[in-house]
């Protein structure tokens, strides 16, 4: 038996406020308005697809093991790298093995569902897959889409044994259907008449690929008990469920108002969220629209979930920070140019053969300890930093990014450049042992004092912006506890 194993999820911090875009721009185009209400998850300056895949797949084998992973699939239209695998980064950052396969997913914002098709065809018969999909939007200013589009990450570990949602068929249509498109080289997408869209498209495709999948899947329309469609035009899911056969009250809300739609990854969002309450024996049937159109059809089986996600769709979306500021969120995603100062004038090169001898260290946070004294440390080192034992040799490698650290001091600086002043940083130790210096993400002045309890987050360090590079590293964020496997992700 095929399916799901482990799902998780990743939700930007920041919510941008459709009122305050719509109040920015309406004097321009006045059917925003329609748009106003709710809001969407909109990723920092050091966020970006890579980021994001780490944290959701983070998510997803919290308390696992990951030596057993055969395969990584990464899905995403808006991945950083064009040549330079996006899912080798994350793979690094995961601290998995080097013998593990990887494989980029794009070109459709049905990649997300067909990466995960893929995972569960390659699935082992002893191992796990994962599957990824992340998605950074970049919209037009004063667009619709800039409205209803949103920054999230989803990730699912499959596999043959102990599935807790198991495939029970796919269909897949592939056809040259061109609803928006984005030239190589373009910064944004261009959209094609919504009626047309709505009518030729969502209605023909997905209709077909409805009734192909519960053909082969022996089920019944009114059978289905969640339905998955993720669709930035109003009402289209409601309609192709209609359309089909499917109960109205099995269309899965699509988080339209709370995230908005975060393209490839956004049915993998719905069906991460969904997994979390799906009551056993239901069906779910999701669909993955774009060049054509892919539906998978699952079912949630008896078995309880073994490792909840901590955060998980519920938990991301509590831990949310209003974003009112307009500009600020302009600045932050390129749209404008503010004058960075004299500052920011620094070369950025990150010297390749460096990062290459350090990658676990960098990519992977790995540091050392010595297995004479037990003394961890960051980074390792060839000499023990132990007080009454500087062995040299003896030490192994010991992952920090899953370990939480506490805040010994820290800095709010606004004369060191970062696009998004202050910078806040500091000296944590960790607490199993190890220190390390360095910089808070996703705080408020609030959330700084000596003693806080921080996460590692993998983020981007710095943007080379002359040669077009990306370097990452881990920073610490403030803890934010959720009781795992809750389906509305309430803090304790």
Known sequence: MTGIVAFGAYIPRARLQRAAVVEANAWYNPALRSHAKGEKAISNWDEDVVTMAVEAARDCLADRDRSDIRDIFLASTTLPFSERQNSV????????????????????????????????????????????????????????????????????????????????????????????FRESGSAFDYDWETRWVRDEGYAALAGAAIEGVLERGGCRPEE?????????????????????????????????????????????????????????????????????????????????IAHPAPFGVGGWLARRRAEPNYLRYLSLAGHVEIDRGMRAEFDQKQPLTALWRHRKTVLGLVGGRCTRTGTVQFPRTDISVAPNGHFVGTQEDYPFAERTARILTFTSDRLTYTPDPPAYYGMIEFVEGGRMNAEFCDVEPEDVAVGREMRMMFRIKSIDEQRGFRRYFWKAAPTATTTKGSSDGQRN
């Open 89 to 180: 980064i994350v793979k690094e950052a995961l601290n998995i093995a080097d013998e593990v396969g990887t494989l980029d997913v794009c070109g459709s914002q049905r990649a997300g569902i067909a990466a995960l098709i893929q995972a569960m065809a390659a699935a082992p018969e002893t191992g796990h897959n994962l599957c990824v999909a992340s998605e950074k939007l970049n919209t037009r200013p004063g667009s619709e889409g800039e409205l209803l589009r949103g920054d999230a990450a989803a990730a699912f570990l499959v596999g043959r044994h102990d599935v807790i949602a198991r495939k029970v068929a796919t269909f897949r249509i592939s056809a040259d259907f061109v609803d928006h």
């Open 224 to 304: 289905v008990d969640k339905f998955i469609l993720a669709a930035p035009i109003r009402g289209v899911a409601a309609s192709v469920a209609k359309q089909g056969g499917i109960n109205a009250a099995a269309v899965v809300d699509d988080l339209g108002q709370s995230v908005g739609i975060a393209g490839t990854a956004h049915p993998l969002l719905m069906l991460a969220h969904c997994l979390q309450s799906a009551a056993p024996g239901a069906r779910i049937l999701v669909l993955g629209f774009g060049s054509g159109c892919d539906a998978i059809l699952l079912e949630r089986t008896d078995l309880e």
